[in-house]
């Protein structure tokens, strides 16, 4: 397609405004795919997407749409993740677009992240075109909406679309706009091609499957090709576009968006925001985007042994697909082999978690999650610690600076006193307040990235009953009173349970692990003593008492069927805890404690 | 070394799967009905025993429910007929269970002639609160009625079927019904605690936060148990049976050879099936073990009679292990009684050598104070009793 009849945008908002809902509209009306292939929520392909009803990866989509002017055009589709933990995807899949759709829910107005997002499509001279969607909800308020358009986001009130996704108002009016509003894409002025890598996926036949969007020239199977960042020159198999599954076209053309195969084996070669070029050309690197570190880290271990390096096989293949984690080998005292993982945020951490015990079948343990701390240490010297396990003696730490973000909430007038109440209590400080509109207001604050990584985000929505909604950045470095809190069980300390904490909070939340270990250890044929402690000192103890006993005083001829099946899983059960020492600690047990 | 010397079959279960009333712990097979459908069943049920290969007369047989009880006059005159036409009949002995509602004196006299010769009663408390909570449909003065019909009949050897660990039982209840019952007398006594199994209507309420356990509360039962039941003349055999060693005068049970370090009055049928042994199972829901093959018949009356009606066996599903994790399932189910496992007796009926093959876990027990181990056998000490089911764990599984 000629790039004039080419419109490539994301899909943009806060979680749950509806961007998949609408998508999944958008590839309907444009006969992308029949009605009767169309299942809900069909560009969250991963089970975990559809169970938890939120986008993780970003999902391009090639469409055809004939526009009322009577011409054809391409449309590249970017549905992207609303979770802040994911706005990196949006901002890479923004860089491969010209314009993007915002999309706002008509009951629930602005929130915190559809700033965020208009933020970044703003800061890459993107055309947004406001979509205001769920008209059709009873309590939907579009007048109140377009308000905030204007007012929060200074964009044109009447630019806005009103739609709903759901009942399919409003649809053919957003094709419209695309095609009339958003540029289409041109040439960079360079000779010869210049291709963005924005996202990859492996794929057990093909490898490496890269996402591209074109800026110049075009792609074609059998082109020699440079990967400029890394350096290496590849033969392109296969490209192709998706709709939404993966099909072959002959070209990639300047503006055009899809994949590329060069049986490249390992991820780590294919550099997202990378430029690929022709070997025989000149061109130079696109701007690509800034790289994302990993914020949030955490011990992922075996439950047995001499899974260590199937585990280690199964990181990789998740690598693969999620360029984000990071992992490396380090051992615990406790739980032996394993893994340091770092993570974007602690959905990402447990999104990462529950993939490897589902769908590879995996029994891990994951330690509680714990953000980087600079240590000065008396000699002047500077470490980096992620792992509590790491952080040197007392008598040896100068200082310690944890890391800080600038969060800002949006919430309704109501809950500020509350809301002012959580972030103190987080240990954060309100920088400044912003009146959003007659009910509500932003709140912008400083906080310690370690006191929001649990549960800030659910207590936010439970103090507003969910009107609540909150965005972060990070906003370095800044010295606290640090200190370790280590849990022992019969005298062990369980390095997995350590964590680092401010003073003022280590004996309440060393009384909190400590009872939510109680609740989790089974009883086992001895007594179990639980303690915190801070630097050898014990803050907090609790007792598990003695097994006294261990069997069904029933069992006759009809029952030895089903008992002995029960003794069995029973038996697979505890071959799945961990003992440390003399005791038996179930995987729960560490699953729980992080909630605790 | 696997091939178990498989004898003739000898022991008999009859699943009557009828109650008056759902019970709000029970997930047996059973429902209430009338009268038409139990007639059914007894025609199907009489048919199902002319297929059965088995030893003539059967050293054991079993009537267990539901309530088998229930079963009128004539009902039970054309069972106990027709077993005596097949031969199967006199059984050393023969046990059918009985809840205190439904007991007559012609009823207990009917199945007395016709060979029946041990009664199983569900007493399960004698405390009016809790057998409400349980949803039972007797009271305790039925329970002493029925005793007392049920010895006019003849009847020498009686077992009384108590629970313990009731949501609501506290040690005091559960003492004065301890020794409410001893002081009846029975010849034998099986316990059991309070089993939450999904589905039932005390499993909603511990789900729900309406009932909660205490495990030290039902382990100190547990003790008390023992202790009471011990003092009084009894010997625990198994983990929750205890029984007599002197036989009443008169009684006439006594054609079975005695097995040794097990009481005389012992319940022989489930002794039968803690060793391993074979038994047949007939009616709907009942469970068989015959030549290694565990098989189980549909648990749904209407489908159980519709299959025999056609001339067809009504098994629902069946199960073969391997024959070493058989006979390591009869390890374990097998050291649930104190005597434990003769190792000459484990040999015949496993093809297997207890020591050679599961020596490892025979150390740990022993180790762990849990394990006795003599020249020629290997048993569980009190202590290791309490922790069955993990001791259990270690001959399971591959
Ligand atoms: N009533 C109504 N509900 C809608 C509409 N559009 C979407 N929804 C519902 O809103 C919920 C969220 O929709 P999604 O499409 O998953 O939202 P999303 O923005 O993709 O969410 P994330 O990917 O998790 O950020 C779903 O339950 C949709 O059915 C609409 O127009 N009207
Ligand atoms: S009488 Fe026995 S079988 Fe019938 S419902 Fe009660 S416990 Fe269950
Ligand atoms: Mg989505």
């Known amino acids: 397609m000629d790039a004039a009849h080419i419109r490539n945008f994301s899909i943009i908002a806060h979680i749950d405004h509806g961007k998949t809902t609408l998508s999944d509209r958008l590839l309907h009306m444009t006969g992308t795919i029949a009605t009767r292939e169309m299942e809900e929520q069909l560009l969250d392909s991963m089970d975990l997407e559809r169970e938890r009803g939120i986008t993780i990866k970003a999902h ?20 992207t993740p609303g979770h802040v933990d994911f706005a990196y995807e949006v901002s890479r899949s923004l860089s491969a677009c010209e314009g993007a759709l915002l999309i706002i829910d008509a009951a629930q107005g602005v929130e915190a992240q559809t700033v965020a997002n208009v933020h970044l499509a703003m800061k890459q001279n993107l055309t947004v075109i406001p979509v205001i969607n769920k008209i059709d909800l009873p309590h939907a308020n579009v007048p109140q909406t377009r308000q905030q358009l204007e007012d929060i986001l200074a964009i044109p009130a009447e630019s806005a679309i009103e739609a709903s996704a759901k009942e399919g108002i409003g649809i053919e009016e957003i094709l419209e706009a695309i095609v009339e509003r958003i540029p ?66 002959d070209r990639l053309q300047l503006g055009e968006t899809g994949y590329i195969t060069a049986n490249i084996k390992s991820p780590q070669e294919v550099k997202m925001g990378d430029t690929i070029t022709d070997v025989r050309s000149t061109a130079g690197p696109l701007p690509g985007f800034k790289e994302i570190h990993p914020m949030v880290f955490s011990g992922i271990y075996p439950i047995n042994t001499s899974d260590y390096e199937h585990l280690k ?5 998740l690598q693969l697909n999620d360029s984000a984690f990071v992992y490396q080998a380090e051992t615990s005292v406790a739980l032996g082999f394993g893994f340091r993982c770092g993570f974007l945020g602690l959905l990402h951490l447990e999104i990462v978690q529950e993939r490897l015990r589902r769908e590879y079948g995996m029994d891990i343990i994951a330690t509680y999650p714990s953000v980087i701390y600079k240590v000065l240490m008396t000699d002047g010297t500077l470490k980096q610690v992620d ?63 370690n006191e929001i990584l649990i549960d800030f985000h659910d207590r936010i929505k439970s103090i507003t009953r969910g009107y609540g909604s909150m ?18 069980v019969n005298a062990e300390a369980v390095d997995a349970f350590s964590c680092i904490v401010h003073r003022d909070k280590a004996e309440s939340r060393g009384r909190a692990l400590a009872a939510k270990l109680k609740e989790v250890i089974p009883r086992q044929q001895y007594v179990v003593a639980i303690q915190a402690a801070i630097g050898g000192k014990v803050v907090a103890r609790e007792t598990v008492g003695a097994l006294r006993k261990d069997v069904t005083a029933k069992c006759y001829g009809g029952d030895i069927s089903r008992k002995r099946k029960l003794l069995e899983k029973q038996k697979e059960g505890k071959k799945r805890m961990k003992s440390f020492g003399s005791v038996n600690i179930p995987q729960e047990a560490f699953i729980e404690v992080l909630k605790a | ?31 209430p009905s009338t009268g038409e459908e139990i007639n059914r069943y007894v025609a199907a049920l009489t048919r199902e025993m002319e297929w059965i290969q088995c030893q003539r007369p059967l050293q054991t047989i079993f009537f267990g429910g539901g309530t088998p009880s229930i079963l009128n006059l ?94 609501g039982q506290t040690m005091t209840v559960w003492e004065s019904t301890l020794a409410e019952a001893l002081a009846m007398g029975s010849e034998h006594m099986s316990t059991y605690e309070v089993i939450y199994e999904d589905d039932t209507p005390l499993y909603a309420q511990l789900q729900a936060g309406e009932v909660a356990e205490d495990e030290d509360l039902s382990c100190a039962m547990f003790e008390k148990l023992v202790e009471r039941t011990v003092s009084c003349g009894f010997e625990q ?59 189980r018949n549909w648990a749904n009356t209407q489908l159980y009679c519709e299959q025999i009606e056609k001339g067809c066996r009504a098994v629902e599903s069946s199960e073969c292990l391997p024959p070493r994790r058989r006979a390591g399932e009869t390890a374990a189910f097998g050291l649930r009684m104190p005597a434990g496992w003769p190792f000459a007796t484990f040999l015949e009926v496993t093809g297997y050598d207890l020591q050679k093959e599961w020596g490892d876990a025979i150390q740990e027990l022993v180790a762990q104070g849990w394990g006795e181990l003599s020249k020629d056998s290997f048993r569980l000490t009190s202590e290791g009793l309490r922790f069955a089911d993990s001791a259990a764990q270690l001959f399971l599984g591959d």
């Not at chain 1, 965005?471 to 022992?488: F, N, P």
């Not at chain 2, 319940?267 to 009616?283: A, K, M, P, T």
Request: charged share 20%.
């Open chain 1, 313 to 317: 096989a199964n990181l990789g293949k």
């Open chain 2, 1 to 31: 070394m696997s091939d178990a010397i498989i004898g003739p079959v000898v022991s008999l279960y009859v699943h009557v799967p009828f109650c008056a009333r759902k019970c709000s712990y029970c997930a047996f097979y059973s429902e």
């Open chain 1, 60 to 79: 391009p989509v090639t469409m055809l749409y004939k526009a009322k002017n009577g011409e054809t055009y391409e449309l590249n589709l970017i549905d």
């Open chain 2, 237 to 295: 055999y198994e983990i929750a049976n205890f029984a007599r060693s002197s036989i009443p005068a008169g009684l006439t049970a006594t054609t079975i050879p005695p097995i040794p370090d097990v009481p005389r009055l012992a319940c022989r049928h489930n002794v039968n099936y803690w060793r391993g042994g074979q038994f047949h199972g007939l009616g709907p829901g009942a469970t068989a073990y015959v030549a290694g093959v565990r098989s």
């Open chain 1, 184 to 249: 289409h894409p041109k040439p960079t002025g360079e000779v010869g091609l210049q291709a963005l890598v924005f996202d990859s996926y492996f794929d057990t036949y093909k490898g490496v499957v890269s996402h591209v969007r074109v800026f110049n020239g075009e792609l074609k199977p059998g082109m020699l090709v440079k990967l400029l960042h890394s350096g290496k020159t590849v033969e392109v198999k296969e490209v192709g576009s998706f709709n939404p599954k993966p099909y072959l076209r």
């Open chain 2, 74 to 167: 004539r009902q039970w005159e054309e069972i106990l007929t027709t077993m005596h036409r097949l031969k199967l009949l006199p059984a050393a002995e023969f046990t059918v269970e009985c809840n205190p509602a439904t007991v007559s004196l012609d009823k207990a006299r009917l199945l007395h002639d016709l060979g029946v010769n041990r009664i199983s009663m569900g007493v399960q408390s004698l405390d009016e609160a809790l057998l409400d909570r349980l949803g039972r449909v007797h009271s305790r003065e039925m329970v002493f009625k029925s005793w007392d019909i049920l010895r006019k009949a003849g009847f020498q050897n009686l077992n009384l079927d108590l629970m313990f660990a009731i949501p």
């Open chain 1, 387 to 449: 792992n509590p396990a790491f952080l040197p003696e007392p008598t040896y730490i100068e200082s310690i600076e944890e890391p800080m973000v600038k969060t800002f909430v949006i919430c309704p007038n109501e809950y500020i006193g509350d809301m002012m109440a959580l972030i103190s209590e987080k240990r954060g400080a309100i920088d400044h307040t912003e009146t959003l509109d007659a009910r509500r207001v932003m709140l912008t604050s400083l906080l310690p990235l």
């Open chain 1, 471 to 488: 965005d972060y950045e990070h906003a370095g470095y800044r010295q606290s009173d640090m200190v370790k809190l280590d849990m022992l």
